[in-house]
């Protein structure tokens, strides 16, 4: 058994910590929204000091923080999961995948908000 599958099996059992996780996603987004529209200006200086050095810093805590977002988000999803064969963290295939035809563009969406709909009744 992989630590995918584990980790799967774990939160579906656990709800409350999958929801934790979910809110703990959510809470790190606006957290990082706030911090960085609160303490621009600071951001902004040390950023010029030295750019060699401080915007590549940056971007790599930036990079961290979405990882970090993404995994909680991942792992608060995997309790949503129907099927056993499906690959680990998949949930539903979303509103925006598909090609640029406007009919696969409506029906992917319909497919997403009905998944949506169903995941949260």
Known sequence: MSVCESLKGYTRKHERLADLFSLLAVALLFGTLYIVLAYHT???A???KDA????????ALLVFDIFIMYMCLNIGA???DDEEDERCFHTF???RSG?????VMFSNWLHHMEQVGKKHR
């Open 42 to 44: 600071p951001i902004v």
């Open 46 to 48: 040390w950023l010029k």
């Open 52 to 59: 060699v050095i401080h915007v590549p810093v940056a971007i």
């Open 78 to 80: 995997t309790r949503y």
């Open 93 to 95: 295939k979303g509103r």
């Open 99 to 103: 090609s640029g035809s406007i009919g």
